[in-house]
């Protein structure tokens, strides 16, 4: 089968968390060629005419969608699929309107909301109502933006009024200049859970919970920008994923998995992806976000998990091209 593999355009100064993506283009590539494939590669910029010209030109039977954003803009990851479905081209993953309601996060979660299922309480600098009320502990995040960019210890709000929390918000959303939100910090376990398609439908992978356990007291237990992208630093050294529960947990674990088949069915996702939880100390899980583009390199979680459930990576490549193709 002919696959162009899709990408953003990465400059060589790019930070680490986008020449990321080269990375995992490489390690498709040689799952793609290991099965037999034939492989191109397209990397996409601001340029949809241009884009439009080279899949045209290509003629691919699929598209590997890597395509985790666009000039660097999160928000704008939902374009090239979106380009993708106006030529009837076939890609990889998931769905233009997935990607976007999940990339938007309180989009993501009103839509959980709305379904019934549990996701912290949040609230805008914008927002009047109950929402203005919430009050410390709380995390302030920014709506667009993943991979735990923007995120680190001085985002969470340990005490505060509301007031406070409006305050720190606003500041926030000046600083960086995106738009934001905060939402209830749930003190406790955090874990993720990643799904891959097959011909039986959606599977499960292992869970993995971060081991905090180094960390010092005080410190928040959360996973930013420095536990991924810092080399060397504490965080990045300190979070490992743990695959290994006792038996007591059996129950959670067992919750866990079908909110994860919950999140797939609502949104209609497809291929693959992940769904990051929290859970407070009473054991209940709340749905962080759901991520439709979860990293695929090699030293990242999914291939952990994979290689937790016996499933070789190129397999699971192979998977995912499948499930594009069935479309």
């Given amino acids: 089968m002919h696959i162009a593999i899709l990408h953003p355009h990465i400059p060589p100064d790019a930070a680490l968390d986008d020449q990321d993506t080269l990375v995992q283009a490489d390690a498709v590539e040689a799952a793609l060629r290991q099965l037999g494939h034939r492989v191109e590669r397209i990397a996409c910029t601001l340029d949809l005419a241009a884009l439009r010209r080279a899949v045209l030109a290509a003629q691919p039977a699929v598209v590997f969608n890597l395509a985790e954003a666009l000039d660097g803009a999160d928000s704008l990851q939902h374009v090239p699929p979106a380009l993708l479905d106006t030529l009837g081209v076939r890609y990889t993953g998931n769905p233009t309107e997935a990607i976007f309601q999940t990339t938007h996060k309180l989009l993501a979660k009103q839509i959980l909301g709305l379904a019934g299922l549990p996701t912290p309480a949040w609230t805008t600098f914008e927002q009047g109502g109950d929402g203005a009320r919430l009050a410390a502990p709380c995390i302030l ?14 985002n969470v709000i340990r005490q505060g009024d509301a ?36 011909p039986q439908g959606p599977e499960l992978l292992p869970a993995a919970e971060i081991d905090f356990a180094a960390f010092p007291p005080g410190k928040p237990r959360i996973v930013g920008h420095r536990a991924k992208w810092v080399a060397g630093s504490f965080e990045f050294e300190n979070t490992p994923p743990s695959f290994d529960f006792p038996d007591q947990d059996r129950p959670l674990l067992d919750q866990i998995g079908n909110l994860t088949l919950a999140c797939w069915r609502r949104f209609g996702l497809r291929g693959y992806a992940r769904v990051d939880f929290r859970v407070d100390p009473e054991q209940g899980p709340w749905i962080l976000e759901i991520n439709t583009n979860p990293c695929l390199a090699p030293d990242a979680g999914f291939a952990a998990a994979l290689a937790r459930a016996g499933i070789p990576f190129p397999q699971a490549v192979q998977r995912i091209v499948n499930a594009a193709a069935r479309e």
């Fill in 163 to 198: 007031g406070l929390v409006q305050q720190r918000l606003a500041e926030f959303a000046a600083e960086s200049g995106r738009p934001c939100f905060a939402e209830q910090f749930i003190e406790g376990r955090e874990f993720n859970l990643a799904i891959l398609d097959g």
């Fill in 141 to 154: 995040k920014a709506v667009w933006e993943h991979a735990s960019r923007g995120l680190d210890d001085a």
